[in-house]
């Protein structure tokens, strides 16, 4: 039993119609931050267990679960009296297996048949004539959440709680750390997920065989007699007891122990690998389970990450797992087929791009995607000397601050300037190409026709010198190229500065060409270096604009 879609419309930073397409065993989701990867991990375990940050639904409605701008967008009609109506949440969790068949309808976003769930937080139209009369009396500033209603329903239009739905999450956050009663939710959770019915029963009939112990207690009966003399409050009996109510029932106010150690007082590492290791050993033959783990790279050493990717691998086989992450060390442990690229509210899965491009991002070391995608701008470049003259431009002309103080990252990427655009025209990231025209403007345009002329796309930007230079040097029997960027670094100077920059003293120009050739990256380091004023080609301005 698997969760095969997640569709959101309007919850936290999710604003239009999202849909992610799920795989049955790992799921490995990486973007930067605010990109939504935690939202997509609250939003299954919302659907699923109708709890938020370790607290039912129910009991914590307030407009910060609303997309920041629907909500702007709604109270701006009301005070222009053009009100739209008031926004809501949609999640929806499509599942597939054995067991869903009693959710299986079309009451769905999209109308289709499919066994699934839905959680609707939306106004209750009940209270339409008195809402009516609010916005005829008053001004209204924020969203008026105490006229919305939740909705838990299957896809066959039937009212669930979660002992309805057979999928059962775990959600394992190491980002954080919610206790309760000096418990740990998650970890209650989970321990009672182990245990079958029968074990359930025998721990509660422990816990109150703990409070007639405790009743029972020669000194409790003593302070209880002493309470009953003194308390003249009530009329009825005043005493100390265990409190089991079913708020308070054994699995929250039980607390767990590792060594002889109350487990909210151990290191977050460490809780997050028990949480994560008994989350997979959940075993039930008539329940399946989807594990939800929140950059498990958090609060871990490298052996420890190391020691919680391995027990994934192992363990997780049979099981749906949704890992949230930051980090190409577990994007690359976990297995990059597995990844599921964010940005900017839109999905890539790695599996789906060009068979040429997906082989070659499975294969290049250092994994560079990553940094494509976790920063807000990234400028391509073809090598180190190419990125060296870019983060020197940025600098003069940024007050010295480096490119990725600001959330620009300069990268190099050999000639593979495509196979990057490719990700970055599937999910809108701003991307800026610097290259070299090598004397070929026409084959320069056609290699970038999908992105120049009247292909041209907002957030990507190819920048080049469309001038070609010519001349006469030829080295070791080849035409020198004019047309790459130390030549037009010294075409936007002149000899006599280079030189100074260079600490040379070449007289002919063609003698500094051939050293420049040779020596690229240690030019490029003596220009980064250099308290000297400089000019950058036009082009190399372009690309930090």
């Not at 499509?94 to 839905?118: C, Q, R, Y």
């Not at 740990?184 to 321990?191: A, Q």
């Not at 007289?507 to 990256?521: E, P, S, V």
Request: charged share 25%; proline share 3%; glycine share 6%.
């Amino acid at each position: 039993m698997k969760i095969t879609k997640l569709i959101i419309e309007n919850f936290k930073c999710f604003k239009n119609t999202f849909t992610l397409d799920l795989d049955d065993g790992l799921n490995l989701i990486v973007g930067d931050n605010e990109a939504g990867k935690s939202t997509i991990l609250e939003a299954i375990n919302l659907g699923l267990t109708g709890v938020f940050n370790g607290r039912y639904i129910k009991n914590q409605l307030d407009q910060y679960l609303f997309n920041d701008q629907s909500i702007i967008e709604y109270l701006a009609s009301l005070s222009n009296d053009t009100p739209l109506a008031p926004p809501r949440i949609t999640i929806e969790i499509h599942m597939k297996g054995e067991g869903t068949a009693h959710l299986e309808g079309n009451d769905n976003i999209k109308k289709i048949p499919s066994s699934g769930v839905s959680l609707l937080i939306e106004f209750d139209e009940s209270f339409a004539a008195e809402y009516e009369s609010l916005l005829k009396n008053e001004d209204i500033k924020s969203l008026p959440i105490e006229y919305y209603a939740i909705t838990w329903k299957s896809f066959a239009r039937e009212a669930i709680t979660s002992r309805s739905i057979p999928l059962k999450s775990s959600f394992i956050d190491s980002t954080s750390s919610k206790h309760q009663n000096g418990s740990d939710v998650y970890i209650g959770r989970i321990v009672k997920e182990l245990l079958t019915s029968e074990e359930i029963v025998s721990v509660s009939q422990a816990h109150r065989k703990m409070k007639e112990t405790f009743i029972g207690d020669q000194s409790i009966t003593a302070i209880n007699e002493k309470i009953k003399l003194a308390a003249k409050v009530s009329n009825k009996e005043v005493m100390l007891s265990v409190d089991l109510s079913s708020k308070n029932a054994w699995e929250s106010s039980l607390t767990t122990y590792l060594d002889n150690v109350p487990f909210h007082y151990i290191g977050k590492g460490e809780q997050c690998i028990i949480k994560t290791n008994l989350a997979l050993a959940h075993d039930k033959a008539q329940e399946a389970n989807v594990v939800l783990v929140e950059e498990p790279e958090n609060h871990l050493s490298h052996s420890k990450l190391n020691q919680l990717i391995k027990t994934i691998k192992e363990n997780g086989e049979g099981k749906q797992v949704i890992v949230t992450t930051h980090s190409s060390f577990v994007a690359n442990k976990l297995g990059l087929s597995s990844l599921i690229l964010l940005n900017d509210c839109n999905a890539l899965r790695l599996n789906t791009l060009s068979p040429s491009t997906h082989a070659f991002f499975q294969k290049i070391p250092g994994y560079d995607t990553l940094r494509l995608l976790l920063c807000q701008k990234a400028i391509l470049v073809e090598g180190d000397s190419d990125e060296l003259i870019i983060q020197k431009a940025y600098m003069k002309n940024n007050g010295g601050r480096l490119p990725i103080e600001d959330g620009i990252d300069v990268i190099s990427v050999g000639l593979s300037f495509l196979r990057f655009l490719e990700i970055a025209t599937r999910l809108n990231k701003d991307t800026c190409v610097v290259t070299d025209s090598d004397g070929d403007v026409d084959a320069l345009m056609k290699k970038y026709t999908n992105y120049l002329g009247e292909n041209k796309q907002d957030n990507i930007k190819i920048c080049f010198d469309p001038v070609i230079d010519i001349g006469d040097l030829v080295i070791s029997g080849k035409a020198f190229n004019y047309n790459t960027l130390e030549p037009k670094i010294i075409k936007s100077n002149n000899l006599e500065l280079v030189n100074e920059i260079l600490g040379k003293k070449y007289t002919d120009l063609d003698d500094l060409y051939r050293f420049m050739k040779a020596n690229k990256t240690d030019c490029a380091m003596k220009f980064f270096d250099t308290e000297i004023g400089f000019n950058f080609p036009d082009f190399i301005l372009e690309a930090i604009q």
